[in-house]
């Protein structure tokens, strides 16, 4: 733990698989938990998670979790997790899997995101998970962060995937903000669902200046409830 100030890059592919967990795990292509704030981090190597029964997970492609400011930072690279049986919950994000609260300032993430797991799943361009306000203004999930579920074999209660953001809360806020992304959700079942260009969860977040332009879609293979 601790904060990385500035200027570190990783150039290697980051893996981790795991097995019987109960405890959390956080994963990233610079650092899997950081305390504080954090400027020009940039990813270069794919991020790879596989699970086998593990209840918490938060992988991103700079900072697993806990991040409070990233300013001038970009991810590069692919960000996938992987599981055989459900992870319990699961943040899953280009710059940041899970803040308690972040601000973000002038990052982009360039890496696609993609998942078959998380009986919680919440799964954004930049931030997956946010239990705090996510702030953030001038930034980018690009045309190759895509956003993807494929879950057919395992049971979601809920999930949340946004071009930008996952999962905030009501006082988050984006401006000039972008997402260039497709954002892709096939499940097998879930009982509650939410899917945005920009922010998924919740849905009175404020954005101003910022836009989606590329498709949303969703296609389930049960029955998927939002509401």
């Known amino acids: 733990q601790g904060a990385i100030t500035n200027d570190a890059t990783n150039h290697s592919a980051v893996t981790l698989a795991t097995q019987t967990s109960t405890g959390e795990i956080n994963l990233g292509g610079v650092a899997g938990d950081v305390l504080g704030a954090s400027d020009d981090l940039e990813n270069n190597g794919n991020v790879d998670f596989t699970a086998v029964d593990v209840a918490t997970a938060y992988v991103g492609g700079l900072v ?14 692919a ?43 919440h799964i954004g361009g930049l931030v997956g998970r946010g239990a705090g ?35 905030g809360t009501n006082k988050s806020v984006f401006t000039s903000c972008t997402n260039n992304a497709r954002v892709s959700l096939t499940a097998k079942s879930a009982t509650t669902g939410y899917l945005a260009g920009i922010s998924a969860m919740p849905t009175n977040a404020k954005v101003t200046s910022s836009y989606a332009t590329n498709a949303v879609s969703c296609t389930n293979t049960g029955d998927l409830y939002a509401n």
Do not use: Y
Not at 136 to 157: D, F, I, K, P, Y
């Open 64 to 77: 697993g979790s806990g991040a409070s400011k990233l300013e001038n930072s970009t991810n590069n690279n």
């Open 133 to 167: 306000a996510i702030t953030a203004s001038s930034c980018t999930n690009s045309e190759t962060g895509t956003v993807t579920l494929n879950n057919t074999n395992l049971e979601l209660t809920e999930v949340a995937a946004g071009g930008l953001c996952g999962r």
């Open 79 to 121: 960000v996938t997790v992987n599981a055989t049986t459900n992870i319990d919950t699961l943040g899953l994000g280009g710059l940041c899997g899970e803040s308690s609260a972040i601000t973000l300032t002038s990052n982009t993430n360039n890496g696609a995101l993609s998942t078959n797991a998380g009986e919680v799943l």
